[in-house]
């Protein structure tokens, strides 16, 4: 009998090329990336509150939205920023957008066109929605805007458009002209901001769209509902593609860290059975 014959199973395992075991794992979380399945999944109290939250706006309403993300938190935040926007289209929501990152413009184009991809239609530019462009100055220069859009933007849009020639314009020229807001913000801790200058003086109700890292900035504000809810970083768009069933790449990257967890841990587990199983059987190694 040979050497190979006459080990027993745990032997075997225990000598299992560790390549077999990388290549397992390998192909177990590239295909729950790209083809996420739909399992039981909690969602937090934080993203529940944030679904609620755009369920709650009534259709036809108008609302503003500070899109700014950045091509290094846009692996993130895309799925929650893009359905958000297909939610609130969907039931034929006006959305007016402005910028305050000199990255988001060309991002904020990039989700519109994801959003009308989703929607399987064109959007009409200013009766669906309109781009106010970037706003330099930080709290300063959100502070002018939200008091007086046309003094601040000059009266233009992103396109060069008179706002007064824009339907969805019309009565919008401050912050307080909006019921509901949200801010996608990155990873600039950004939010208590929009709170001091939107939410407290305007009384707009608003939510947040943000990474992980932000959260300690808003948990007093989300306790005090100043902030109703927040996609907080990718697991907030793996929520958000959960609770609208549109699961994406952010839902199959979560599945995929928790598969990979439990990989390890029963790799670990059998490891150790499979040694004192051989190790009673005259191992020594």
């Known amino acids: 009998m040979t050497e190979a014959a006459r080990k027993s199973f745990a032997d075997r395992a225990l000598d299992l090329d560790h390549r077999i075991l990388a290549s397992i794992v390998f192909v177990v979380i590239a295909l729950l990336i790209l083809m996420p399945i739909s399992i039981p999944f909690p969602v937090s109290e934080y993203g529940q509150n944030f679904y609620d939250f755009v369920q709650e706006i009534p259709p036809g309403e108008t609302v503003g939205f500070m ?6 938190t846009r692996p993130q935040l895309e799925s929650a920023s893009v359905l958000s926007l297909v939610m609130m289209f969907e039931k ?5 957008f402005w910028q305050d990152e000199f990255m988001g413009p060309p991002i904020f184009r990039d ?27 930080e709290e300063t220069g959100a502070a002018a805007f939200l008091k007086d859009m046309r003094l601040v933007t000059g009266g233009k849009d992103a396109l060069g458009n008179n706002l ?3 339907p969805i314009m019309n009565g919008i020229n401050s912050g307080g002209d909006f019921k509901y807001g ?21 009384g707009t109700k608003v939510a947040s769209i943000n990474c992980a890292m932000d959260l300690p900035a808003i948990t007093l ?6 902030i109703a809810g927040t996609a907080n970083g990718l697991l907030g768009s793996a929520e958000i593609e959960y609770l609208t069933g549109n699961l994406g790449v952010a839902y199959g990257q979560t599945l995929a860290v928790s598969f990979g967890g439990a990989y ?15 190790r009673a059987g005259g191992r020594r190694e």
């Open 92 to 96: 034929n929501c006006k959305i007016v």
């Open 164 to 166: 007064d020639d824009l």
């Open 264 to 278: 390890f841990t029963i790799l670990v587990f059998l490891g150790n059975i499979f040694f004192f199983i051989a």
């Open 67 to 72: 899109l700014s993300d950045t091509p290094s």
């Open 221 to 226: 504000y989300l306790a005090t509902g100043q």
């Open 182 to 202: 949200f801010f996608n913000v990155a990873c600039r801790c950004t939010e208590p901001m929009y709170v001091r200058q939107w939410q407290m003086p305007y």
């Open 111 to 137: 989700y519109i066109a994801l959003t009308e991809a989703k929607l399987g239609r064109k959007l009409e530019y200013g009766v669906e929605y309109a781009d106010l462009g970037y706003i330099a100055g």
